[in-house]
């Protein structure tokens, strides 16, 4: 196998030798009829004749062949054959290997028609012994011909095959790469939103706090910069996925287990917050209960910039069997909806819609803004034993 691809990469390379070459050998096999005592002008006349076109086979297969035919003719209407015939059969197999097959037959049929009249010139007393054996080896040319077409044409389709999976796979590796990059994007604009609103919040109450209580105030900042440090450690284990080293830093991603830490965290901001719970998250896959939570923080982040002073907040959560509903809503004097151009409401839809899910976002009659949610995820059975 490998010498024959070594041998396939030299035709490839060298094609006008190679053909050179098989000119060079047929000339050489027809001089040999002049050391049998064929010296005849027709032997020193029609060989090159025949052979010489063959330089030209791969460019005009079908030209080459009528050329060489012609010749062929020729040289039975004058003079004696020659051993430069065999110039048609390596014509023949060119025409098999590269053109239609229609154009491959009608070369052997005209090759088949010259044999029989050439065997009915030369071998009259017995032309079926001669014309089995030079049509066999017309339907061998044409053989070869057509497998090594059929032989090409596989190998352009496994190359192409190839090429379009690399494509597909270079599309797929594109593709998860968009996602990672929109998942790392909501994932940083929720850490980001969410504890710089708390932050700037826990700075505003420590300002107005200074002259008449210090130590609120001083309890204040010190909530502020302990917000701060946790965005920066929650951004560092997010950027952390982006790292190749292996012993980079990872941490649990937040959870349902990790809501009233969050809703303690509100409070602490200033904005008044209640969390009800129906149900349990037990079953609930880690990925949803990380949606849930970050649609919860981005709620509760809005509520904490636009719902203005005096207002409070109320967290309801109702894990059913196949769907997690949830419910937030302040009674602010705004509309605790985020900006037209920011990211939030597009961001909590894109979480939910991984889930089948769906979000509405509006204010109360009554006054205030509510969020709903529902994730319509199926709980994990436990293993049976």
């Not at 062929?72 to 209407?77: E, I, K, S, V, Y």
Request: hydrophobic share 50%.
């Amino acid at each position: 196998m490998r010498t024959d691809g070594h041998v396939r990469s030299l035709v490839d390379r060298h094609p006008v030798a190679v053909d050179a070459l098989i000119a060079l050998g047929l000339l050489a096999i027809a001089g040999a009829q002049l050391a049998h005592g064929h010296s005849a002008w027709s032997a020193w006349l029609f060989p090159p004749l025949l052979t010489l076109p063959l330089l030209w086979r791969r460019r005009a297969p079908s030209a080459v062949f009528v050329a060489i035919a012609l010749v062929a003719l020729g040289q039975r209407l004058v003079a004696r054959p020659t051993w430069g015939d065999l110039a048609l059969l390596v014509a023949l197999y060119t025409v098999a290997a590269t053109a239609p097959r229609a154009r491959a037959f009608s070369a052997g049929a005209v090759l088949e028609l010259g044999i029989v009249l050439a065997v009915l010139q030369t071998q009259r007393n017995d032309p079926v012994a001669g014309t089995v054996f030079l049509t066999g080896m017309v339907i061998a040319a044409g053989a070869l011909g057509r497998s090594a077409q059929i032989r090409r044409a596989y190998l352009r389709s496994l190359e192409e095959r190839a090429a379009r999976l690399e494509h597909e796979r270079d599309q797929q590796g594109q593709i998860a790469a968009a996602a990672e990059r929109a998942r790392i994007a909501r994932e940083m604009h929720d850490i980001v939103a969410h504890n710089l609103s708390v932050m700037t919040a826990l700075a505003d109450g420590a300002a107005y706090a200074a002259r008449s209580d210090p130590d609120q105030a001083v309890r204040a900042m010190d909530l502020s910069a302990q917000t701060g440090r946790q965005a920066l450690a929650d951004m560092r284990r997010l950027l952390g996925v982006l790292r190749e080293d292996a012993g980079a830093e990872r941490a649990p991603q937040p959870g349902a287990d990790d809501v009233p830490e969050l809703i303690a965290q509100v409070r602490a901001a200033g904005l008044p917050v209640t969390l009800a719970v129906e149900g349990s998250h037990e079953a609930l896959p880690p990925a949803a209960q990380l949606t849930l939570f970050r649609l919860i923080q981005e709620a509760l982040t809005n509520s904490l910039k636009h719902a203005g002073p005096g207002a409070t907040a109320a967290v309801a959560l109702r894990y059913a069997d196949d769907a997690v509903e949830l419910d937030v809503s302040d009674t602010g004097r705004g509309a605790a909806s985020p900006s037209p151009g920011g990211q939030g409401l597009s961001g909590m839809r894109e979480r939910a819609a991984v889930y089948a899910g769906e979000v509405e976002a509006g204010p109360r009659p009554e006054g205030g803004w509510r969020v709903r949610a529902r994730l319509n995820v199926p709980r994990e059975q436990p293993a049976v034993a």
